[in-house]
Structure formats: structure tokens, C-alpha cells
Nanobody, 123 residues
Framework: VQLQASGGGLVQAGGSLRLSCAAS????????MGWFRQAPGKEREFVAA????????RYVDSVKGRFTISRDNARNTVYLQMNSLKPEDTAIYYC?????????????????WGQGTQVTVSS
């Protein structure tokens, strides 16, 4: 599976961005998909994940109510809609795929990673 993340950019605080992650491979629809982020000097942290059917999602507390993860299996794409962005959301955002069916919060359970897309939120 190859993952290609896009949609990052520079936005003012309070603004919105939608990240996309396009996946290759016929087994995309069976994978858990996740978004992680890494700010300079910090560990890569879990942001959100969605199960294969899209009916189960998990979020880190800091983005609940502001971010929404979704997927379109027909398009092999997962999205992260980010609203009410804050300067502390500034990071490189990575999408990842996990071959298991249970949503995991640890980066170590994810098998495939995209290249990352930069999100910068100015105050």
C-alpha cells in the first residue's frame, strides 16, 4: 500500500483545512486508517483513526469537536477535516494504514505511512 497525503498549507487561527490521503492497492477498504502529526522537537502523536467501514472513529482529546475523519472506500481516500484550527495544531500530518481491524492509537501498530503534509496555523 502506498499513501499520498495532501491538503496542508498555511491558515490563520480559526480557519479550516481538509487533508486527503490517497491510497493505492485493492485492500484499502479493509484497513484501519489513521492520521498522526509531529511538531518540531516533539514525538509523533495520534490524531484520529477510522475503521474499515467508517462507522467507528477515535480522536485525541485535543481535536475532539474540531476535527472529523472520514473515508471513501470507492475512491481509496481518507480525509481529515480540520476546523477551528489553533497554532498548536501546527505540525507535519501523516496518514497511516493498519492491516488489522481494530483501531489502534499507537504509531507502532500502523504498517504503512504517507510522506506527510505540512500544516501551519498562524496566530
Amino acid at each position: 500500500v502506498q499513501l499520498q497525503a495532501s491538503g496542508g498549507g498555511l491558515v490563520q487561527a480559526g480557519g479550516s483545512l481538509r487533508l486527503s490521503c490517497a491510497a493505492s492497492g485493492r485492500t484499502f477498504s479493509s484497513y484501519v486508517m489513521g492520521w498522526f502529526r509531529q511538531a518540531p522537537g516533539k514525538e509523533r502523536e495520534f490524531v484520529a483513526a477510522i475503521n474499515w467501514s467508517g462507522d467507528s472513529t477515535r480522536y485525541v482529546d485535543s481535536v475532539k469537536g474540531r476535527f472529523t475523519i472520514s473515508r471513501d472506500n470507492a475512491r481509496n481516500t481518507v480525509y481529515l477535516q480540520m476546523n477551528s484550527l489553533k497554532p498548536e495544531d501546527t505540525a507535519i500530518y501523516y496518514c497511516a494504514a493498519d492491516r488489522t481491524t481494530v483501531i489502534g492509537l499507537s504509531r507502532y501498530v500502523y504498517d504503512y505511512w504517507g510522506q506527510g503534509t505540512q500544516v501551519t496555523v498562524s496566530s
